[in-house]
Each structure stands twice: as C-alpha cells, then as structure tokens.
C-alpha cells in the first residue's frame, strides 16, 4: 500500500523549484541511459572498496530502533499520543548505565559500542508537547532486544519503558548506529532532476529478504516516483525517479511515497545503495542522533 506525506517547499527548497512547472515524456526518463550510468558507476565505486569493508564490520540497524508493546495499541488515543510523540513521565528515570553495550549477532561476531542513558533513550521517543492524548512511562530499566541488522538479526541492549496499561514494555535500542564510511564516490550533482534524485530514507526488508522498501520524494503534478535496482555480488544500488510529469505550473509541495524494489535475490549483507547520493540509504531514526 502507498503511504504519501505531504512536505513544504521549505524542506528541500532546490527540489521543490525543480517540481514547480517541469515536464517530460511519460515514465522515459525512469529508465533513461545517464540513470543506469550513474547506478553502475557507485557500484563500480563500492565492490570491494575499503568502505564497503569497513560498512560490512558496522553495525547499522535495518529496522525501527523503537519496539512497540505486544497488542499496540488499545485505542485511537494511544496511537495519536504515539505519533505525536507525547509522554509523561510519572516516575524516576535511572541515572546510572554502563557506558558501553555490546551488539552480539546470531550469526557470530560481536561489537562494543557507546550505550545511550535512559534520559537520552527517553527524550529520543518523547519528544511531543502538546496537550494532547499522551502514554505514561511509569518504569524504565536496561535489557535488550533482537533488532535486524545489515548483518543479520542481534541482541541489542535497549532501554524497557513500562507504559501505563500495556504488559509488556516499550523498547528503545540504546546503541547508536556505527558511523557510516566515507563514500568512494561524490554524489551525482548538488541539484536533483526528475530522472535522478535522492532516496529518503530506507523503510524496511521483507521477511524473505527479496525486496525492500524506501521511502522517496515526488511533486504534486505527476504520476509518483519510481525506483529501481542495480544488484551486484556486492551490493544494491537503487535509482529514484519521477514518473509522468506535466507541463505547465505546479504547485511545489514534496510529497513522500513508501516504494517497494523487488529483487533478484536476497538482499543478505549486501550494501543497499543511494544511487544519487552514492552512499548508503539511511534508515530512517539512524539520522535522529542527539
């Protein structure tokens, strides 16, 4: 299903005047030639490049960092509190943690990183304030949780916060994503056109792993983006485009499609790859550090 989320112009201001009053063939320039050219060459720029190396003993979680209670949730009110982010905190938070946590994945192999606070973990989820419907964190205590990785599932350490009617806890991992390499390849251009433009963010994998979803950026006046993939041993290097503009004025809101890229095979530990940009897809909370 099609998720859309409408942006102000202000947001990507370059992006948002390319949209206002652009045209082109039907869907040509999805496929176009400089597209396919540009997806090769960063995976040309990756496989087997020390970034690649170094992303590949990473850890970067490939799903949400946040975990939901069982049965989420009771009513409308706790899915509004939820997406507005308004808590209450009716109790103490703990001020004491370890400073490292480490990440230990099934598959073997393991990594010390920094551990968040319970007041970092707390603030990373409650950040609404309005007057608003809100969930109350009666209880916050260190454990962990399973959390897919791009290098397979692991235990994490997470921070429980116990919420007033639920039984079972809400879950914020307390480990930071690695931080990402440096690119071997600069990005295409500064300025995104309809037939190459940057991802959003990554969304999710499917269970089998044979496709994934992204979330991707389009104008008012046209028919939505398309993405398609360039797969190699290596990696999977994805290109954004816009399908189906029209001539003439525009309105120059930004709009967000979740997009699912279907794949040859399994995505595995392959690097997933922003063909614009020509690093790797963010997933969406790994850019909400601080």
């Known amino acids: 299903m099609r998720t859309r989320i409408a942006r102000t112009a202000g947001l990507l201001v370059p992006f948002a005047l390319l949209l206002a009053g652009c045209g082109s063939e039907h869907g040509s320039r999805a496929q176009s030639d400089e597209s396919k050219s540009r997806a090769q060459k960063v995976a040309d720029a990756w496989d087997g490049s020390r970034a690649a190396e170094v992303w590949r003993k990473g850890y970067y979680p490939m799903a949400d960092v946040v975990q939901l209670p069982d049965n989420a949730f009771r009513n409308e009110a706790d899915k509004l509190a939820y997406g507005a982010q308004n808590f209450v905190l009716d109790g103490e938070l703990p001020t004491t943690s370890p400073e490292k946590g480490e990440v230990e994945w099934r598959s073997g192999g393991s990594l010390t990183l920094p551990l968040m606070d319970a007041r970092q973990a707390y603030d990373s989820v409650a950040r609404g304030g309005d007057d608003g419907p809100h969930l109350t964190v009666t209880e916050a205590k260190l454990g962990e949780t399973t959390l897919v990785t791009s290098r397979g599932p692991a235990t994490v350490p997470a921070w429980l916060f116990t919420l007033k009617g ?4 809400l879950k914020r ?21 309809d037939s190459q433009m940057p991802l959003e963010q990554f969304i999710k994998t499917s269970a089998d792993g044979r496709s994934v979803t992204v979330l991707a950026g389009h104008g008012a006046c ?16 994805l290109s954004a485009a816009i399908v189906g503009t029209d001539d003439g004025p525009c309105t120059s809101n930004l709009l967000m499609d979740n997009v699912t890229v279907k794949l040859e095979r399994r995505l595995g530990e392959r690097v997933l790859l922003d063909a614009f940009t020509g690093t790797p897809v963010p997933y969406g909370r790994q850019t909400e550090h601080g």
């Not at 639920?166 to 806890?169: G, L, R, S």
């Not at 991992?173 to 056109?193: C, D, F, M, N, Y």
Request: aromatic letters at 2%; proline letters at 17%.
């Open 222 to 237: 046209d028919d939505g983006p398309a993405v398609r993939a360039l797969e190699t041993d290596g990696s999977v290097v």
């Open 173 to 193: 991992v307390a480990i930071e994503p690695s931080e990402l390499p440096k690119s071997p390849i600069g990005p295409a251009r500064e300025t995104p056109t």
């Open 166 to 169: 639920y039984d079972t806890p």
